[in-house]
């Protein structure tokens, strides 16, 4: 009997809705295998090992008195179901899965997503989008499928369908050749995947409890770095889909992630007021709370949204009037303790504030060719200069609520999607807005 594969599916889908995450009647949870494996309030086993008539489970779901039986005011478990809890008792109740602390519906492996509507009557807020490499297409997230459009013409060229309800962060790879998808269902299921943009081919590299966010290539494309509400951080091997590490140290969802150039760190932004650093091995390194001062000029709480590396340096950006460049080290150097927080309190510290000049939230973050882009929640575009700090270019307003932005410099184009389900492309050059179109498939 496999755990994960017969046992995990019945238990999340009958008993997690009254023993979760969330909920725990009868003070007893089953959102995961050793949570399943504790008595409830009764004091009982709730499982013993070789012994299902023993088992204070087996007899709940198996009891002739309505008021006692679960799931309670629901479907008794069919004769299949019953049988397969029974025999996977009698054969000692074994775990197969990869932890005993993992979320049942993590163990449950990839979903079958449904196709994507033949066309769409409306069209669907633009959460992510990437340039294919030279900016003639853009890959924009649908509703279970990506679709690719001539960034000249606004004609669609391509679907690619078979991926999860919610596409929340795209990247296309150097080559042109693969795309990195991150998505998923809210409050129930995130993936990350791999597609082949020619053929649509896809390749599940994992998935998670809860909404992937953000997902990201390292420099050379050897590694992927995920996260999302479930509010852990992962790290992949590209070749072969091996997972790294997996962290949990931020309080919120985890929004951006992002590889130093040198590969030395990955960095995850959070709408816990802080950008978290980890080692090459997913230890944590450091956490840079710039974005939760009390005090000095630029003081201010404010969740985080994104975070990108220019080199060695950091840059983080999210509430406030600031993108925030800053050096891990340094960061590590200043955080200190408890014991001297108030000599850091007068210091200054070694992050330099670059004025955006927006007033709502910066929900993208995009640095090529050391011009940083940012994208406010109104659709207010900035182009700043990163070494001089100076502002470049504002693009104006969309006139929606905007998420999604991406710059190709050498092509001298920029992208943005919003809520709308509108698709903006502007020239760098000139800062002109040179096609605007619905990414509505009909």
């Known amino acids: 009997m496999s755990f994960s594969k017969e046992i995990a599916p019945i238990i999340q889908r009958r008993c997690a809705g009254c023993h979760g995450e ?46 006692l039986r679960m799931p309670k005011s ?48 409306a069209t669907v807020p633009v959460l992510a989008l990437a340039f294919v490499p030279g900016a003639k297409q853009v890959a924009v997230g649908g509703y279970n499928e990506v679709t690719l459009w001539d960034t000249q013409t606004g004609k669609l060229v391509r679907r690619l369908g078979g991926l999860p309800q919610r596409i929340q962060s795209l990247q296309v790879s150097k080559d042109g050749k693969t795309l990195l998808v991150g998505g998923g269902i809210p409050g129930e299921y995130g993936e990350v995947a791999l597609v082949e943009l020619a053929t649509g081919k896809r390749r599940v ?19 992927i770095a995920a996260g999302g509400a479930e509010a852990s951080v992962r790290c992949y091997d590209l070749k072969n889909g091996e997972r790294l590490w997996s962290m949990s140290v931020h309080a919120d969802w985890v929004t951006s992630v992002a590889f130093s150039g040198d590969g030395k760190y990955v960095a995850s932004a959070s709408r816990d007021h802080t950008v978290k650093v980890y080692e090459a091995d997913g230890t944590l390194y450091t956490t840079y709370g710039g ?44 955080s200190g ?20 000049g927006c007033e709502k939230e910066i ?49 001298q184009r920029l992208v943005v999607g919003s809520f709308e389900g509108k ?20």
């Not at 698709?423 to 009909?442: E, H, I, M």
Request: charged share 25%.
């Open 337 to 356: 303790d408890a014991g001297d927080m108030e000599d850091r309190f007068f210091k200054q510290g070694h992050a330099r504030f670059l004025a955006h």
């Open 22 to 67: 969330r909920t725990n009647l009868g003070d007893w949870r089953a959102h995961t295998f050793a949570a399943l494996m504790k008595p409830g309030a009764s004091g009982a086993a709730m499982v013993v090992p070789g012994k299902p008539e023993a088992s204070e489970l087996y007899k709940r779901i198996t009891h002739k008195d309505p008021e």
């Open 291 to 334: 974005h939760n001062r009390q005090y000095g000029q630029y003081k201010g709480q404010a969740p985080v949204y994104g975070v990108c590396f220019s080199g060695g340096t950091a840059l983080s950006v999210g509430g406030g009037k600031w993108v925030q460049e800053w050096e891990p080290e340094k960061a590590k150097a200043e």
């Open 205 to 223: 590299l994992d998935t998670f409890g809860d909404l992937v966010l953000t997902a990201r290539f390292n420099t050379d494309e050897t590694k």
């Open 423 to 442: 698709v903006r492309v502007y020239d760098l050059a000139t800062g002109q807005q040179t096609l605007a179109f619905a990414a509505q498939p009909r």
């Open 363 to 411: 929900y993208q973050l995009c640095l090529k060719d050391g011009q940083v882009f940012t994208l406010a929640s109104d659709g207010i575009i900035k182009q700043l200069e990163l070494t001089s700090q100076k502002e470049i270019r504002s693009f104006g307003q969309s006139g929606d609520f905007a998420f999604s932005l991406d710059a190709d410099v050498a092509a």
């Open 74 to 121: 629901d479907d008794a478990l069919d004769a299949r179901q019953l049988t397969l809890v029974k025999r996977w008792i009698a054969e000692g109740a074994k775990f197969d899965g990869s932890s005993k602390t993992a979320l049942l519906k993590t163990l449950l492996g990839p979903r079958v997503h449904p196709a994507a509507p033949a066309s769409y009557r």
